[in-house]
């Protein structure tokens, strides 16, 4: 918001929250079944969690899409011309397709993807939703940002693409070498069996 100091919104901070749930739980879906195959996971990780990672992520979609619509209908409602302009940057200029790919692919096709009881229970395909909500939370942001500094028409800088590959690289090179020191289980937990057996 300190991009465009003029407009104000009291859900704006939640409605970012919101979207880092959707892409942190999509990161640990992604990571949960890369290292489903792999022990100690292999021997922990069932069709019940996997699915209840789905519905967890069900959960925060329908909460990032309720966050995003109720600062739109408190904008939409209130009607006044400083909290609109944040909007109509938004709604012209190219930028306009970029909000309907948000309400497409952050919302409505994962939401009823999610739905499939079939889907959410096999790790692949959960994978692949988790995937696209991830890439969808990218843009998110960019829709977020970008429209402060060229609200005319849809800029995308060659360094929009690179600067996230390259921190997100280095961030999960850092992830990843962290990772391989540590154990994936709390083995020393009391209630590790009966996780275990839950599942």
């Known amino acids: 918001m300190s991009l465009e100091p003029h407009w104000f919104s009291t859900i704006y901070g939640f409605l970012v929250i ?5 892409a942190a739980m999509a990161f640990a879906i992604g990571m949960t079944g890369w290292l489903a195959d792999v022990e100690p996971l292999a021997s922990v990780v069932s069709l019940g969690y996997v699915n209840d990672l789905g ?4 959960a925060f979609v329908m909460l990032w899409a309720y966050c995003a619509f109720s600062q739109l209908l408190i904008t ?4 006044l011309p400083e909290e609109i302009r944040w909007y109509l940057h938004r709604s012209r200029g190219g930028w306009n397709w970029l909000r309907l790919l948000l309400l497409l692919f952050h919302f409505a096709v994962p ?4 739905f499939s009881r079939r889907l959410k229970d096999r790790a692949q395909s959960l994978m692949r939703i988790a995937a696209l909500l991830f890439v969808a939370h ?19 800088h060659w360094l929009d693409l690179v600067a996230p590959l390259g921190m997100g690289g280095l961030w999960l090179t850092v992830f990843v070498w962290q990772l391989k020191r540590r154990s994936l ?3 020393h937990d009391p209630r590790l069996q009966e996780i ?4």
């Open 18 to 22: 919101s979207g880092q749930l959707v």
């Open 55 to 58: 519905n967890l992520l069900l």
């Open 76 to 79: 939409w409602s209130g009607d």
């Open 111 to 114: 939401f009823f993807l999610l």
């Open 138 to 156: 990218l843009l998110d942001v960019f829709w977020l940002i970008t429209p402060a500094f060229f609200p005319a028409q849809l800029h995308v």
């Open 185 to 187: 289980l709390p083995f």
């Open 196 to 199: 275990i057996q839950h599942g």
